[in-house]
Structure formats: C-alpha cells, structure tokens
C-alpha cells in the first residue's frame, strides 16, 4: 500500500509539490498562515504557501 505524504504547496521555482515534511518555519502576518520550505527538487528555501 502506498503512502501519500500531505502537501503544503507547490515551488515557485521548479514547480515541485513542497511536502510538510520539508517545512522549515511556520508563522502568521497580518492575520494569515506564512512559512518558508526547503524543496526537496531544486532545493530553495521558498514560501509554498504563496501562489
């Protein structure tokens, strides 16, 4: 049985699904969930969050 792990978010640079797993920091601003993770493609630290 495959296991599917939970997306937060596609890169901006590589377009590469961005796993919760990868996430490195999460916070709020202004009210709204924020974060910034690694990508496990390209390896930039991105907002996944942000499209």
């Known amino acids: 049985m495959k296991t599917t792990t939970p ?3 596609t890169c901006p640079v590589c377009g590469a699904g961005v ?3 990868d ?6 601003t202004d009210g709204r969930p924020a974060a910034y993770a690694e ?13």
């Open 23 to 28: 996430v490195l920091i999460e916070y709020e």
């Open 19 to 21: 796993a919760r797993t």
């Open 7 to 9: 997306t937060v978010g």
């Open 39 to 51: 990508c496990p493609d390209c390896r930039a630290v991105v907002d996944p969050l942000d499209a």
